[in-house]
């Protein structure tokens, strides 16, 4: 008996969670939230998914270089030697990786390339700071130029090669090895 009210007033608590929740949502309230239904999904899952949904909502938009503290603030790349670049460049890598940030295709890109591409573009953008258990940003530094061919020539299999010479019908590139071989860290799967 004790274990069916100890099952009854979990259930309870996770009703007033839900509740909550919705009720917090109301103002971001659209289709996606109306998608959720209670019959097809555990209702801790329902929580978590709309608990996820509210710090997405609630997130601030900040420069990537503002989500340390202190600001996260690199030197100019034409003002470093090689192994100071280096040796800041593998710390910027880990401190973003600190804050979820993962760095994916890298292998095609000199330290300083992607050092510069650190300065330059990922510590300035504008990005939602989820403060998500699971919750990872993954930067494309293939696709870093809105040009395709970096990653078709370095990163893509020869499906992913294939499907996409036949969907935009223009020539391949060479498939090359990336010169630069690196193991940054990765997300958990």
């Given amino acids: 008996m004790g274990d069916h009210l100890g099952r009854e007033s979990d259930e309870i608590d996770l009703l007033v969670r839900n509740a909550e929740l919705r009720n917090e949502l109301e103002p971001y309230y659209d289709d996606s939230i109306s998608r959720v239904n209670i019959h ?17 909502e609630m997130a601030p938009v900040l420069p990537i270089y503002r989500w340390f503290e202190p600001e996260l603030r690199l030197p100019r790349p034409e003002v470093l030697r090689d192994e100071e670049l280096r040796r800041i460049l593998w710390d910027t890598i880990n401190r973003l990786f600190e804050k979820k940030i993962v760095l994916e295709f890298t292998d095609h890109l000199s330290d300083r390339e992607l050092y510069r591409l650190i300065y330059r573009d990922i510590l300035p953008a504008r990005e939602k700071k989820l403060d998500l258990r699971n919750n990872y940003l993954h930067w494309d530094c293939a696709f870093a130029n809105g040009d395709p061919e970096v990653w078709l020539r370095y990163y893509a299999t020869e499906e992913e090669r294939e499907a996409w010479a036949t969907m935009y019908r223009q020539p391949l590139p060479p498939r090359e090895r990336p010169p630069y071989p690196r193991r940054l860290p990765q997300a958990p799967m």
């Fill in 40 to 56: 097809r999904l555990p209702l801790a899952v329902e929580n978590e998914y709309l608990a996820c949904m509210l710090a997405w």
